[in-house]
């Protein structure tokens, strides 16, 4: 059964930057997009970034110009950087994959992220 892994994330100061990078254990065919999610203590998930296979990407506006989501389709992986850090933006950040026909939805283990002051 095809995962995703998470990888980077951790602890930084305010105004730094992190790296995150999510990989499919098995390749995938067809037409799918990956990205990020978060999840602050109390708070409910939110979309921060997805790419589809074509390129086209999404941004939320708490992370447009801050954040900057690649990837690699050949290798079947998301990147998320995150520059100019924000002590709000410290969550769980969680990968995931979204594949249509047969539609297909998968979550990475979630990596933390937090940015201190």
């Known amino acids: 059964q095809v995962q995703l892994v998470e990888s980077g994330g951790g602890l930084a100061k305010s105004g730094g930057s992190l790296s995150l990078s999510c990989a499919a254990s098995?390749?995938?065919?067809?037409?799918?997009?990956m990205g990020w999610y978060r999840q602050a203590p109390g708070r409910q998930r939110e979309l921060v970034a997805r790419?589809?296979?074509?390129?086209?990407?999404y941004s939320a506006d708490s992370v447009k110009g801050r954040f900057t989501i690649s990837g690699d389709g050949a290798k079947n992986t998301a990147y998320l950087r995150l520059n100019s850090l924000k002590s709000e933006d410290t969550a769980v950040y969680y990968c995931?994959?979204?594949?249509?026909?047969?539609?297909?939805?998968?979550w990475g283990q979630g990596t933390q992220i937090t940015v201190s002051s």
């Open positions: 098995e390749s995938i065919a067809g037409f799918y997009n």
């Open positions: 790419i589809f296979r074509n390129g086209n990407t």
């Open positions: 995931f994959l979204e594949k249509q026909s047969p539609y297909l939805w998968l």
